[in-house]
């Protein structure tokens, strides 16, 4: 908008010279060169006596100077276009190359040399006496129309941008499941919309989400009662029962109880929490001791850990639900986990040497209850939504989850905290 606003300028400045400055300044040289021309063919005809009283006229009324005094002078390399007009028009009028030349001192004359009856008169004008000046006034109008067009120009856009950067950051805010405060609603008219819009919409989706959370606890609640008595009869069964089908069936309980605990997770979302600031290599060590006895080992790297502010309840989550991937899809080989401190982010990464996850799939196993094998077994795989919870608290807290092949084959869950977020 400034650019075609300047350009625009510019050509208008272009059309004023050419039209009206050039054609007045031309004017205004052809009057100032017949009356020196004229002046100078008076002078000549008059009585030596009487032409002192007719120079000191021309010098108060039009500021010329007439004289015989033939004294070296340099010729004017002044760009003002006033002065070739002047010489343009002293030339066709006495059909010789006149230049201008000036005068040495302040303040500056400009003088030209006139033959008149074999004889050179010099006249004089001082800078004064060209009263335009067209360079001068085309600048202070581009310089001056391109600050106040940049000026508005910065204050429309800011008035347009404004409201959609607090749109974009609300809706980035919205997006991570922080708190979100409605906008206000004030601006152009169509953005005044668009808020509005956008406000009834977030008002929406956080009702549907908390009554959806609503409900998917009182599921949970209604079938934890039953799957709790249920369990409660295996225990008291005699004896006599068969003690492999009792233990799959309090096995299969269980299993039902931790899948409501995750389905219910995941519909919370786990916004954000509280922040605190914690040592990496103390807090990971807590977790792993939790793995002591895990098949296959767990290698701890921790020489480059360090101190860190972070959603500790979501990171314990992220790093057990990855490690417990690890251990599930790394077959019989060690899983390894590492700890980077750089400038600028924490990047912890939890290794396996698996069959891997093909590229088509990186994404896809962080939706939730989406898993690599479709047999839905419990033999083969969790429930599928370890993943999408590890991915939730990682977006909410603006982290970044990645699971990428390894060279040599397997996975690598890499998980990178910024260190100013």
Same mark, same amino acid.
């Not at 021309?58 to 006033?82: A, F, G």
């Not at 230049?99 to 001192?105: D, F, N, S, T």
């Not at 314990?316 to 600028?344: F, H, W």
């Given at each position: 908008m400034a650019i075609s606003m300047v350009i625009f300028l510019l050509f208008s400045v272009a059309i004023v010279i050419y039209f009206i400055l050039a054609p007045v300044a031309n004017r205004a040289a052809e009057d100032l060169a017949s009356l020196m021309v004229l002046s100078a063919q008076t002078w000549m005809e008059l009585p030596p006596t009487t032409r002192p009283?007719?120079?000191?006229? !021309? =010098?108060?009324?039009?500021?010329?100077?007439?004289?015989?005094?033939?004294?070296?002078?340099? +010729?004017?390399?002044?760009? /003002?276009?006033?002065?070739q007009f002047l010489r343009n028009a002293l030339e066709k009028r006495t059909q010789q190359s006149i230049?201008? *030349?000036?005068?040495?001192?302040e303040p500056i004359w400009f003088s030209v040399d006139m033959p008149i009856s074999g004889q050179v008169i010099r006249v004089s004008f001082p800078r004064e006496r060209v009263g335009a000046k067209p360079p001068l006034a085309s600048l202070l109008v581009i310089v001056g129309g391109t600050i106040i067009i940049l000026f508005a120009s910065l204050l429309f856009v800011r008035r347009l941008t404004g409201p959609l950067a607090n749109l974009s950051?609300?809706?980035?805010? !919205?997006?991570?499941? /922080?708190?979100?405060?409605?906008?206000?609603?004030?601006?152009?008219?169509?953005?005044?919309? *668009?808020?509005? $819009?956008?406000?009834? /919409?977030?008002?929406?989706?956080?009702? !549907?989400?908390e009554n959806q959370t609503t409900l998917l606890a009182g599921i949970s609640h209604d079938l934890r009662t039953p799957i709790t008595r249920i369990r409660l009869a295996l225990e008291l069964l005699h004896d006599d029962v068969d003690a492999s089908l009792k233990n799959r069936l309090i096995q299969d309980l269980d299993e039902m109880n931790q899948l409501i605990t995750h389905s219910l997770e995941l519909a919370r979302g786990q916004? /954000?929490?509280?922040? +605190?600031?914690?040592?990496?290599? +103390?807090?990971?060590?807590?977790? @792993?001791?939790?793995?002591? #006895?895990?098949?296959?080992? @767990?290698?701890?790297?921790? $020489?480059?850990?360090?101190?860190?502010?972070?959603?500790?309840?979501? !990171?314990?989550? @992220?790093?057990?639900?990855? @490690?417990?991937?690890?251990?599930?899809?790394?077959? $019989?080989?060690?899983?390894?986990?590492?700890? #980077?401190?750089?400038?600028?982010?924490?990047?912890?990464?939890? =290794?396996?040497?698996?069959?891997?996850? $093909?590229?088509d799939q990186q994404e896809a196993v962080f939706r939730p209850f989406h898993r690599l094998e479709n047999s839905r077994s419990r033999a083969t795989g969790g429930s599928g939504l370890g993943l999408a919870i590890a991915k939730q608290l990682s977006d909410s807290n603006n982290w970044q989850i990645q699971l990428l092949p390894r060279v040599d084959g397997g996975t690598e869950a890499r998980l990178q905290i910024p260190k100013n977020v």
């Open positions: 009283d007719f120079e000191r006229i !021309l =010098l108060d009324e039009h500021q010329l100077r007439l004289s015989h005094t033939i004294q070296p002078r340099v +010729e004017s390399k002044n760009p /003002m276009p006033y002065l230049p201008i *030349l000036v005068e040495p001192g950051h609300a809706a980035a805010t !919205l997006g991570q499941g /922080m708190e979100f405060k409605p906008l206000p609603e004030n601006g152009p008219r169509e953005l005044v919309t *668009l808020t509005q $819009s956008f406000n009834r /919409m977030v008002a929406q989706i956080t009702e !549907l989400m916004g /954000m929490k509280e922040r +605190e600031e914690i040592g990496l290599q +103390e807090f990971i060590d807590g977790i @792993i001791s939790n793995y002591r #006895d895990a098949k296959p080992k @767990i290698i701890w790297a921790h $020489s480059h850990c360090c101190m860190c502010t972070v959603d500790v309840l979501a !990171l314990r989550r @992220i790093m057990t639900n990855l @490690i417990d991937n690890a251990l599930r899809y790394g077959g $019989s080989k060690p899983v390894e986990v590492q700890c #980077d401190c750089y400038e600028d982010k924490v990047v912890l990464r939890v =290794l396996d040497r698996g069959e891997g996850i $093909s590229s």
